[in-house]
């Protein structure tokens, strides 16, 4: 290869068998050319080495790497060897839509202030175990704007890691993928955006995301519940200056976890707010709850605290008519 590639899609694989050779063809065939795919080979024992290095024979565009530590350094490591001022991300058991490279270099050309590209996805088959993934396919898809994406970073990662093309000047200037015992993709979006960079996403289906009862995020323990919850804490300073006293609206479990853990690290909470009549009057570690109201500035940043949709949703809508501006004068956090 001679020529740079426009956009190096970093695909990390162990044991894929099963799915990488799918996934491959559906990179081979994508309508933009200029690309290159760095097969990062993390130790598999199966015949997916055997299936990347064929690949890599038959299209120069393809070349097999080896990395012998985790998933975080597998994926530096595809980084550390890419030629394009674009990474764009894909696994071994997803397929791309011919035109994903294509359509989301355009949207990213059309707004030099975009760091991030994504685009929507759709879980398949239809089958999968559960529907958890479907729920979370959709609610993804519902965040397409850079105000949007930054407003729910809170509350659950919100770009499918997939399914992102990210500038290299912005992955250099955070330092890549970090191994912090979480999710490291959620990680990184979080310290991208809370350092004001901004992603956005090509309103098509241009990901098609396999789901199984194998899949990392069932499995990998950096995907327990306990561990995104730490991520979250963990930047929360970034996005509200510690020592900021926060009103906390609801009163339930998601309410008491931010409360408790915020408290640990500085964040003085003035008062609770929660629907639930039967809650009113009652206290959370000395802090009176109260009927909803108004909010108010004065009684400190808001925390919309709450583990169902609807209720955030409610929430959000009567904070915007109120005159609050998310991430500004309240966050959505679950």
Not at 58 to 87: E, H, M, Y
Not at 162 to 189: F, I
Not at 300 to 308: D, E
Request: with cysteine.
């Amino acid at each position: 290869m001679t020529s740079t590639p426009r956009v190096s899609v970093v695909l990390p694989f162990r044991d894929a068998a099963a799915t990488l050779a799918e996934a491959l063809r559906s990179i081979a065939a994508q309508t933009l050319p200029a690309f290159e795919c760095l097969l990062v080979d993390n130790g598999s024992l199966d015949s997916s080495t055997a299936t990347a290095r064929a690949a890599a024979q038959r299209d120069a565009r393809f070349r097999v790497l080896r990395s012998d530590g985790g998933l975080v350094q597998t994926l530096n490591t595809g980084i550390a060897a890419a030629r394009a001022p674009l990474i764009a991300r894909m696994d071994a058991d997803d397929l791309a839509h011919p035109t994903r490279l294509a359509r989301q270099l355009a949207a990213l050309a059309a707004d030099p202030s975009l760091a991030v590209m994504s685009c929507l996805v759709e879980c398949f088959p239809a089958d999968a175990p559960g529907r958890g993934m479907h729920r979370y396919a959709a609610w993804l898809n519902g965040l397409r704007t850079p105000d949007a994406i930054r407003a729910a970073l809170f509350i659950e990662s919100p770009i499918a890691h997939p399914s992102a093309v990210v500038t290299r000047a912005a992955l250099d200037a955070v330092g890549g993928y970090h191994d912090t015992g979480g999710p490291e993709d959620y990680d990184l979006w979080l310290r991208l955006l809370l350092r004001g960079y901004r992603a956005a996403k090509v309103a098509a289906v241009l990901l098609y995301w396999r789901d199984s009862a194998g899949r990392l995020s069932r499995v990998d323990p950096r995907c327990d519940r306990r561990r995104f919850f730490a991520t979250k804490v963990a930047h929360f300073p970034a996005a509200v200056p510690p020592g900021t006293p926060l009103q906390i609206w609801g009163a339930g479990p998601t309410g008491r976890a931010w409360a408790r853990a915020l408290t640990g690290r500085g964040y003085p909470v003035r008062r609770f707010v929660d629907i639930a009549p039967q809650r009113w009057q009652r206290t959370i570690d000395g802090v009176r709850i109260h009927a909803p109201h108004a909010p108010e500035r004065c009684n400190g940043f808001v925390l919309a605290a709450t583990g169902t949709p609807g209720a955030r949703a409610y929430l959000e809508g009567w904070f915007q008519q109120c005159g609050l501006r998310a991430c500004d004068d309240y966050l959505a956090v679950a």
